[in-house]
């Protein structure tokens, strides 16, 4: 059963920092894209990371440029999101994914075949 289990969120002020965690089971971690998405209340679900897992190779949105950085540690299994110099647009649910194909970064949010239950990431003035 693949499993996706997201931690670290919580509430931070406007300009600190979260590092967020996802650790993945139940498939073989080291060939798979893992994102992470976030939504925040009454928008749709958008990209914000993503990272080969073979190739360690890192995709970014726009908006999170240079402020966010996704990295992995195959060792454990694990996805990471360090987000820096937070804003209150950061303010969301932050979710992590993963699909054998990368593509599916190009593709959107329907693309990806697993899901985790979300992290709460707010951030305060």
């Known amino acids: 059963e693949v499993q996706l289990v997201e931690s670290g969120g919580g509430l931070v002020q406007a300009g600190g920092s979260v590092r967020l965690s996802c650790v993945a089971s139940?498939?073989?971690?080291?060939?798979?894209?893992i994102a992470w998405f976030r939504q925040a209340p009454g928008k749709e679900r958008e990209r914000v990371a993503c990272i080969s897992t073979y190739y360690g190779t890192a995709y970014y949105e726009d908006s999170v440029e240079g402020r966010f950085t996704i990295s992995k540690d195959n060792a454990k299994n694990t996805v990471y999101l360090q987000m820096n110099n937070l804003t209150l647009e950061d303010t969301a649910v932050y979710y992590c994914?993963?699909?054998?194909?990368?593509?599916?970064?190009?593709?959107?949010?329907?693309?990806?075949?697993?899901w985790g239950q979300g992290t709460q990431v707010t951030v305060s003035p």
């Open positions: 139940g498939f073989p971690f080291d060939d798979y894209a």
């Open positions: 994914a993963a699909d054998r194909s990368m593509g599916s970064w190009y593709s959107g949010a329907l693309w990806f075949s697993s």
